[in-house]
């Protein structure tokens, strides 16, 4: 029998937060998505006393693969990491690094290893794509490569990176469990440190958070966790990580959230895309720039942020205590009632007008289009559909997307498709679903046609 084990984690919608998150003071409301990363890993024995080889298969994506090699002594940190054909995948890459340099792997006692990553369709722009699939799964194959095919901004590289943290952390802690918290807090450590240093920055980490997680409400880790770590080549790189991610507590904030029952996400994808990093610099910039005012800005949104997540509390609880009057009301939203008429539902729809209102203001006076024009346009058009209840740019903003919050049986693609208002927005097919990583059989991968 061939030794595999395979993992799941889901993609991710900061739905109220943006920015603010960067600050271990504000919290966030993290929805993670039915859209999934998932990876295999495989033992494949070998002779070699030397090293071991690290293939890394992404096969949806025109055969994408990369081939690692790691040289060095029994148990040594000295171990060296080189990709054979000088293909480069840096979250693979920092991955792999950190792996190794925490577990101080015996190279001279190891098998080689396999690990085939597959994606679900909600990651990526489908243009171009065929279904390969089999009874349990299925998934879009690419002619491009990975950095060629789009992206729809459900944070691939996070979902990539944690999934592949756990399918390594099982092959070398084979007792690891998703269902125990300290193995997701090992898994979760490991991928953040590898995340931020695969993109050269020290972000919020929400999306790291989510993948592992789940649905969250987000609170985030001190930057300088990461920014103090020594350079990743030197000897002390080691022992500062084994503290970092063993002995330090990171102080993050991750309580399992969700809509209620009857309520769902929608995400509309709208595809212009826009640059994180230069819409965050640019938000930095302003806020340094307008302080106190800024500062009273931030306290405004974040008020909105949290009457936000109060609302969705005080729905989930009047469904719990009197499920009648609850059905009513999504009845009612169903059907093109006015949500104002009912409190618990004007709540939310003033704390996102809150958020959006000051959203829009530092927009104007940044020059960051967190929420320009025409995705207010698209947002307010939105709000005008049956058994939609309210709507954001979720994340930094900008041109990628939106997200509605809508009745579970809305169907927004038959209200929209004749209306030349929602042109360019694709309704992505996914959903929120709170389950963080999940362990899969690696049968339900086999034979995908
Ligand atoms: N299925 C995959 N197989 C291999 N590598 C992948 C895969 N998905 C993502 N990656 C890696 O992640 C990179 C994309 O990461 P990036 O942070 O730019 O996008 P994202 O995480 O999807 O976006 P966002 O953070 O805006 O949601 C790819 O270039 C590749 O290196
Ligand atoms: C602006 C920011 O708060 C959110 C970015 O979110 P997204 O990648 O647009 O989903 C940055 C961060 O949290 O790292």
């Not at 999934?36 to 096969?59: F, L, N, Q, Y």
């Not at 995705?375 to 058994?387: E, N, T, V, Y």
């Not at 097919?429 to 339900?444: I, K, V």
Request: glycine share 8%; proline share 4%.
């Amino acid at each position: 029998m061939v030794n595999a084990r395979a993992f799941s984690a889901p993609g991710k919608a900061l739905l109220v937060g943006g920015y603010l998150v960067l600050d271990p003071r504000y919290s966030s409301y993290v929805v993670a998505l039915s859209s999934r990363m998932h990876a295999i890993v495989t033992e494949v024995k070998s002779s070699d006393p030397e090293g071991i080889k690290i293939t890394v298969r992404s096969s949806q994506f025109n055969g994408d693969e990369w081939n690692y090699e790691v040289k060095g002594e029994k148990g040594s940190q000295n171990f060296k990491l080189s990709e054979m054909n000088d293909k480069k995948n840096p979250f693979v890459e920092k991955t792999l690094l950190n792996i190794f340099t925490y577990f101080q792997i015996s190279l001279s006692e190891t098998s080689n290893i396999m690990i085939d990553i597959y994606s679900d369709a909600g990651y990526h722009s489908q243009a171009n794509s065929v279904v390969k699939k089999n009874y349990h799964k299925e998934f879009r194959y690419h002619t491009k490569s990975i950095t060629e095919v789009p992206k729809t901004g459900l944070g691939s590289s996070a979902g990539l990176v944690t999934v592949l943290t756990t399918a390594l952390v099982s092959f070398f802690k084979p007792n690891i469990s998703v269902a125990k918290v300290a193995d997701l807090n090992l898994i979760h450590n490991l991928a953040q440190v590898s995340h931020c240093q695969a993109q050269g920055k020290v972000g919020s980490g929400f999306d790291v958070a989510a993948a592992t997680f789940g649905s969250i409400l987000y609170r985030r880790f001190d930057p300088d966790l990461i920014n103090k770590l020594p350079p990743i080549n030197s000897t002390e790189y080691q022992g500062s990580l084994v503290n970092l991610i063993d002995e330090t507590d990171w102080k993050i904030t991750a309580e399992p959230i969700g809509l209620p029952k009857g309520l769902r996400l929608v995400m509309g994808d709208v595809s212009s895309g826009s640059e994180t990093t230069k819409l965050v610099a640019k938000v930095k910039e302003w806020f340094n720039k307008n302080t106190p005012r800024s500062e009273e800005i931030y306290d405004a949104i974040n008020e909105g942020n949290l009457r936000f997540i109060d609302g969705i509390n005080e729905l989930s609880k009047l469904l719990e205590q009197s499920p009648d009057k609850y059905e009513g009301m999504i009845q009612s939203l169903e059907k093109g009632g006015d949500p104002k008429s009912y409190e618990c539902f004007k709540n939310i729809m003033d704390a996102v007008d809150q958020i959006r209102e000051n959203f829009r203001i530092i927009t104007l006076e940044s020059g960051a289009d967190i929420e320009p024009p025409v995705q207010s346009k698209l947002i307010d058009d939105s709000l005008k559909l049956r058994g939609v209840l309210t709507g954001v740019v979720p994340g930094a903003g900008g041109y990628d997307a939106i997200s509605l919050i809508a009745t579970e049986h809305a169907n927004l693609p038959s209200q929209t498709e004749k209306d030349s208002n929602f042109k360019n927005v694709t309704w992505l097919n996914l959903r929120q679903e709170n389950t963080g990583l999940a362990e899969e059989l690696p049968s339900h991968y086999y034979n995908l046609e």
